[in-house]
């Protein structure tokens, strides 16, 4: 049942929301696990996942929504990442140390799951991954031995290691927050990007992972600080947000960066209205400046590019998607599923 929570929104006169104004819709998901990530093919059909090895599923958009479950060994797995390709078929990245840092696939939506990828190097953590298509994806690794750790696949099927020469140096202790399923992002037929801590770097390939540059972006730094999440609307204009990922309660003005020259140089815009990090973000799909930004303590959109924002609620999300104004998705502890839509 859809249980309406927007008496805060601004409303017209025929009851509608205004066009460019947000406003959400509560969704029952039919489970209690943590929703982590959130992948939506387009208005109707969105794959979520999250801790407890659960993913959940509407091809009806959002009026049911079927979870599903591993069980046995795999049942405490946390699928921190999710890449919904239809109805039928979607890839999940289990993260965690050593061999539960997995990637599965569903072709038969979620009633078998094939094990395509299984971390063997006790060292290394993947976090997120992304796709340009259906069968050409990339996923990132916390560094090992002093670099950033790559994988792609070429046919959806199978999973190698980028060549090491290609990537830059790692500072001591670098990596890829597994926060909300968007610290790797991809763009476009070849282009890349990925956020670390504890510093704010931002690295990017234009090859498909092949080759890396990175840079320094001004977001906070620090322990557990950085770059947690990015969205960009095309191959230049994006926007990195993160923050102090574990301290809810701060109010640093340094959590989000926008760019447009693709990566090279970052500017600070406003932080979101709520306190804490932004763990997952994304921008709304034919409507210039619009960023959804999820967080512990809330969510919010701008539509100016982070000059300004507006809160949508105060309760806890991990990560947002949107495949049209009509179609953003946040979600986030105890099973949350939002709606959020921008009007006609």
């Known amino acids: 049942m859809l249980i309406a929570s927007c008496s805060h929104q601004s409303h017209s006169r025929d009851g509608g ?7 959400i819709t509560e969704q029952e998901s039919h489970t209690s696990a943590l929703m982590q990530a959130v992948s939506a093919v387009n208005d109707s059909v969105v794959w979520v996942s999250g801790h407890r090895a659960t993913w959940v599923r509407t091809v009806d958009g959002g009026h049911t929504w079927v979870p599903g479950a591993m069980t046995g ?9 999710i890449q919904a390709v239809s109805a039928t078929t979607a890839y999940l990245l289990a993260a965690g140390p050593g061999e539960r840092s997995r990637i599965y696939k569903t072709t038969d939506a979620g009633q078998s799951w094939q094990l395509q990828f299984q971390n063997r190097d ?6 997120c991954f992304g796709f340009w298509d259906a069968t050409h994806g990339i996923a990132v690794s916390d560094a090992v031995n002093g670099k950033m750790i790559v994988i792609r696949t070429d046919d959806g099927e199978h999973w190698s290691a980028v060549a090491e020469d290609g990537m830059p140096a790692a500072v001591p202790g670098e990596g890829s927050p597994a926060a909300g399923g968007t610290c790797l992002i991809v763009w476009g037929r070849a282009q890349a990007w990925f956020g670390t801590v504890p510093q704010p770097r931002i690295y990017r390939s234009d090859d498909r992972g092949q080759r890396w540059s990175v840079v320094r972006t001004p977001i906070v730094a620090g322990e557990a600080s950085g770059v947690a999440t990015l969205a960009f609307r095309d191959e230049k204009h994006g926007m ?3 923050g102090r990922l574990l301290k809810p309660d701060d109010t640093s003005d340094s959590v989000a960066a926008v760019t447009s020259d693709g ?10 209205t709520f306190s804490g990090a932004v763990y997952g973000a994304a921008v709304v799909p034919n ?7 999820a967080g512990p303590k ?7 590019d982070g000059r300004s924002w507006t809160s949508l609620s105060r309760v806890a999300y991990w990560s947002v998607d949107c495949i049209s104004r009509n179609a953003c998705w946040a979600v986030g502890p105890g099973g949350r599923i939002t709606h959020v839509t921008f009007g006609r």
Do not use: H, Q
């Open 287 to 293: 409507m210039r400046g619009y960023v959804v930004a």
């Open 73 to 81: 060994p795999d049942s405490t797995l946390e699928f921190r990442d």
């Open 122 to 127: 006790s060292a290394a953590f993947y976090d």
């Open 263 to 272: 990566g090279a140089t970052w500017t600070l815009v406003k932080r979101p």
């Open 240 to 242: 990195a947000l993160g």
């Open 17 to 23: 929301t205004p066009a460019g104004i947000g406003a």
């Open 298 to 304: 809330g969510l919010d959109w701008t539509g100016n």
